[in-house]
C-alpha cells in the first residue's frame, strides 16, 4: 500500500507560477512510477505528466510541456510538479498517483489513468484571469 498526499494548489493569477508537492508513504517509492493527472468540473480526468522511478522517463501532456517541470526526490518520497505561466485552463484538482513497475520497467513510466495503482486526494488549483 502507497499513501499519497498532495499540497500546494491554491488560487493563482494567470501567468503565474505555483509548484505543486506529493508526499509518498508506506511501501518502498523506489519501484513505482508516478504521475500527476488532473480534473476539471465536468471532465474527465486527464493526464498531465509522469516520470519513470529512476528518474529517466518524463512524460507531459501537449497542453503543459514547455510550462510544467516534474520532478521527484525518491530519498525524501516526494514527487514535485512546477507550474509556470499558469491558464485559466490549467485550473483543476490536481491528483498524484503511484504506478507500481518491476526493475526492468525502470525508465517507464504509465501516461493513462487506468495504468496507476494508488492515487491522492487531490489538491486544487485555481488560475484567474
Known amino acids: 500500500q502507497v499513501h499519497l498526499v498532495e499540497s500546494g494548489g491554491r488560487l493563482v493569477q494567470a501567468g503565474g507560477s505555483l509548484r505543486l508537492s506529493c508526499a509518498a508513504s508506506?511501501?518502498?517509492?523506489?519501484?513505482?512510477?508516478m504521475g500527476w493527472f488532473r480534473q476539471a468540473p465536468g471532465k474527465e480526468r486527464e493526464f498531465v505528466a509522469a516520470?519513470?522511478?529512476?528518474?529517466?522517463?518524463?512524460y507531459y501532456a501537449d497542453s503543459v510541456k514547455g510550462r510544467f517541470t516534474i520532478s521527484r526526490d525518491n530519498v525524501k518520497s516526494m514527487l514535485y510538479l512546477e507550474m509556470n505561466s499558469l491558464k485559466p485552463e490549467d485550473t483543476a484538482v490536481y491528483y498524484c498517483?503511484?504506478?507500481?513497475?518491476?526493475?526492468?520497467?525502470?525508465?517507464?513510466?504509465?501516461?493513462?489513468?487506468?495504468?496507476?495503482?494508488?492515487w491522492g486526494q487531490g489538491t486544487q488549483v485555481t488560475v484567474s484571469q
Open positions: 516520470i519513470s522511478w529512476s528518474g529517466d522517463g518524463i
Open positions: 498517483a503511484a504506478e507500481f513497475r518491476i526493475r526492468t520497467d525502470m525508465d517507464v513510466a504509465g501516461r493513462t489513468a487506468r495504468e496507476y495503482d494508488y
Open positions: 508506506g511501501r518502498t517509492f523506489n519501484g513505482y512510477a
